[in-house]
């Protein structure tokens, strides 16, 4: 019964959305059609959000005679992962992406206060459209309610290897920072409708924007780290599709950002501003669409269904292209913003954004190249690391570089920029360039990351030179520690680049190694057994100066479906990570070691984190403002 | 560039993106791998009789200008039950097979043709797996189809399974 109120709850939505649609586009002939609105969208996220909840509880009872809990569940799985596992395959997961979809609608239309009343239902109907098609989607081709007879005695997912936390959250951050653009794309087809595009349309769009990003930035963040810990490999970006499908995003998310606010303090920017309004939430449908499509070979495997993988091309199709055609064509008509200087805080923003605009043509390039090349030739080729990283790696140092100037710029003009400010920090980055030559060979662009590194630590901070603290909006902290996480990050990257030490020995036990500072004596290793998994683990204690650790990696083998990984033994000091891994015994009874020492690797996940910080400082100052500012308008009608 | 021109832009990239990835949607990869061994003449070999009372096999037998599938199998090996029935199938269609025991004993083997059917015209035994790997063969079952000069045309890795008998066929046709 729960399964069948579910899919009423959905279909119930479905139909909402429909009318939501409906009324939007007949929008002005009804005259004041805000109040039947609103509801509407209300009442759509509240059942969708209720749809959730249901199979939410059906994975929690273990209701075996629902299909995707029986595919995808188990009545010995510990609780959490029971909740956990609504999300975790294909109908769960986009009942998930339409519920945040549904529910940021809903949001939209009960907290937004600044828009004229026709921008607002422009905007909630391009929301019901988008909302439309993901509806229809799941109730015609994957419908998470559907019955399964006979009911099996036991679910087939006990998959041991997904039940970790990480995997919980990690696919949930990523879709609430992927639809939480969605309302960013209707704001923008809702002002091209409108055709009223100013500040009030960007100081609405703000939040939610800087929302999404923060989410985005943690689960790149979040996801980084697990690849780096799992994959056993000590590497932490392997520009593997699925990688890319959620950096594009967050690249267009970025740009926007910085965009936004040229619009809301200046009244800049206007087209280029919903143009990448429109693009940042592109770029998340086509990620969705080339990670759960599995389109493209990547280390992340999910099945691939021709049939769904058409149906979500063809509303790709609609969607994008709809909204693309109504730029083209609307654009012309909305009003030129304010003009600015070449030298000034605009000027700046926009270079950040040609930049951060080329590398996400960069990474969308190398992403789909190989399926672009055997279109046409019929080759299989692969884009690896080198390509990216050789084009990447410049230009996020030219926007670090930019970074040193651009926040202390004016608005509009810049006559005599406070180039004094900036001398510091380069003098910083110089001494550390010329420094860096005492530590020997290493890449240049490891080199010219770490003085860039250092003296955006420096620069990152001086915005607020000279500033009463106390009264510096709480929005300028949050760039500030966004900026300096960029600093902190590109630090980790550097060093990790620059410094890492690797060993690969096969050892007896009883050996002795050395990795940069530490040495580090193999014991012997031990079989060691876990639920579904047996494992050789190996025993090594690390020294250097007084300081011992133990790490004991395992070579695991997993029964269930029949796999090998390497559990990578991780210890973290304060000046890096030692990372061990044990491989295979080889004849003669030696085993494969590899050791890496990294020193400050973790300080590229610790910039991630500040990055994200700062958004949410960000997002909470300009909330807290906004709030602020309507009372006082209410205080003063009062 | 006229300003309106740029406009269009991002909607031709839309368009290059759709047509790819339509076009993969369309011819969905295909992962087979073709083997190496194909269009290679078999490794010389001459493998006493498994059991008694059937011919024994070498690899002359092999290049007596008639097509013949060869099969590795073992009495041991669960798979090889799963194919035997479909063995029988292509032996009654006409698929003459030649059959490799790999680590094996002549008890073992009989009660397994007895249990199982025998769709075999010779077998030759291969105690030490020697032929095997000469054969790059990673594990039985393996079925190889060589046609009558003794060249490998066909590798089928696993069990053969119904499904896999139309393909059997046409490669038996074409090797002939």
């Known amino acids: 019964m729960i399964a069948e109120i579910g899919l009423a709850a959905l279909s119930l939505a479905a139909a909402l959305a429909l009318l939501q649609f409906a009324v939007s586009l007949a929008g002005g002939r009804l005259g004041e059609v805000r109040a039947l609105v609103v509801p509407v969208a209300v009442a759509q996220g509240a059942l969708t959000l209720f749809a959730f909840a249901m199979l939410i509880w059906l994975f929690l009872r273990t209701d075996l005679s629902v299909r995707l809990v029986a595919a995808n569940s188990h009545s010995l799985k510990p609780w959490f992962y029971k909740v956990a596992g609504t999300w975790g395959n294909h109908e769960g997961s986009m009942l998930l992406w339409v519920t945040v979809l549904a529910v940021a609608g809903a949001a939209l239309a009960l907290f937004e206060r600044r828009l004229p009343d026709k921008a607002l239902q422009a905007t909630l109907g391009a929301q019901a459209a988008l909302a439309l098609g993901f509806f229809a989607f799941l109730l015609l081709a994957s419908n998470p309610f559907a019955r399964l007879y006979p009911v099996p005695p036991e679910g087939q997912g006990l998959n041991p290897l997904l039940q970790d936390p990480g995997l919980a959250f990690h696919p949930p951050t990523l879709y609430l920072g992927y639809v939480g653009l969605s309302v960013a794309f209707s704001l923008a087809v809702g002002a091209l409708v409108t055709r009223d595009v100013g500040p009030a349309l960007a100081r609405a769009m703000r939040p939610w924007v800087l929302g999404a990003w923060v989410l985005l930035t943690i689960g790149i963040t979040a996801g980084s780290y697990w690849a780096y810990y799992e994959l056993g490999w000590g590497g932490w970006w392997f520009w593997d599709p699925v990688e890319n499908a959620s950096l594009m995003p967050w690249l267009a998310a970025t740009a926007l950002l910085h965009s936004i606010n040229v619009l809301a303090a200046r009244g800049g920017l206007r087209a280029w501003t919903i143009m990448l309004a429109v693009v940042a939430f592109s770029m998340s449908m086509v990620g969705t669409f080339l990670v759960r499509s599995g389109i493209l070979t990547s280390v992340h495997s999910f099945a691939v269904d021709p049939e769904r993988g058409t149906f979500i091309l063809a509303l790709l199709t609609i969607y994008i292209g709809g909204a693309l055609a109504l730029f083209a064509w609307r654009v012309g008509s909305v009003r030129e913003g304010a003009r600015f200087d070449l030298v000034s805080r605009e000027g700046a923003l926009v270079a950040n954004n040609l930049i951060l605009s080329v590398i996400l043509g960069t990474v969308f390039v190398g992403t789909l190249y190989p399926l672009f090349v055997e279109a046409a030739t019929g080759d299989k080729i692969s884009v690896g690391p080198p390509y990216f990283n050789a084009v990447t790696g410049p230009l996020t140092l030219a926007l670090a570089l930019l970074l040193f100037l651009g926040p202390l710029l004016n608005w509009r003009r810049d006559d005599r920029p406070n180039l004094r400010r900036i001398a510091l920090p380069l003098l910083v980055s110089m001494l550390v360039f010329a420094g860096s030559f005492l530590f020997g060979a290493m890449s240049p662009l490891a080199r010219l990351g770490l003085a860039v590194a250092a003296g955006l630590t420096v620069a990152s901070i001086m915005p607020l030179v000279g500033r009463n603290l106390r009264r510096t909006p709480l929005a300028s902290w949050g760039m500030v520690i966004s900026h300096l996480g960029v600093a902190v990050a590109i630090a980790g990257a550097a060093s990790d680049t620059a410094f890492t030490r690797e060993t690969l020995a096969a050892a007896r036990p009883g050996e002795t190694l050395t990795v940069g500072p530490w040495t580090v004596r193999f014991n012997g290793v031990d079989p060691v057994a876990g639920p579904n998994w047996t494992a050789v683990e190996g025993h090594l204690t690390a020294t250097r100066g007084g300081t011992a650790l133990r790490l004991d990696p395992q070579s695991r083998t997993f029964s269930d479906p029949p796999t090998e990984t390497n559990e990578a033994a991780i210890d973290t000091v304060w000046d890096g990570q030692l990372y061990t891994v044990l491989g295979r015994q080889e004849p003669g009874g030696r085993w494969q070691l590899r050791l890496w020492w990294k020193p400050m690797v973790t300080l590229l996940w610790l910039g991630g984190a500040l990055i994200a910080l700062g958004g949410l400082l960000a997002l909470i100052g300009r909330v807290l403002r906004d709030r602020r500012q309507r009372m006082r308008a209410r205080e003063a009608f009062a | ?176």
């Open chain 2, 1 to 176: 560039m006229k300003p309106k021109l740029w406009l269009a832009i991002p909607l031709i990239v839309l368009a290059f993106f759709l047509a790819a990835v339509g076009w993969r949607l369309s011819s969905p990869p295909n992962p087979t791998v073709k083997s190496r061994l194909i269009g290679q003449p078999l490794p010389e070999f001459a493998l006493a009789a498994a059991v008694p009372g059937k011919p024994a096999l070498t690899s002359a037998d092999l290049k007596a200008g008639e097509p013949r599938l060869l099969n590795l199998f073992a009495s041991w090996c669960v798979p090889c039950i799963a194919e035997a029935p479909v063995l029988v199938d292509l032996r009654r269609r006409g698929v003459v097979i030649d059959a490799i025991a790999i680590r094996d004993g002549p008890a073992d083997i009989a009660r397994f043709l007895a249990d199982h059917g025998d769709p075999f015209a010779r077998i030759g035994t291969d105690p030490q797996s020697q032929v095997q790997m000469a054969l790059g063969s990673s594990g039985v079952p393996e079925s190889f189809i060589v046609d009558g000069r003794g060249v490998i045309r066909y590798q089928h890795i696993g069990p053969v399974m119904p499904q896999d008998v139309p393909t059997i066929l046409a490669q038996w046709e074409q090797a002939k």
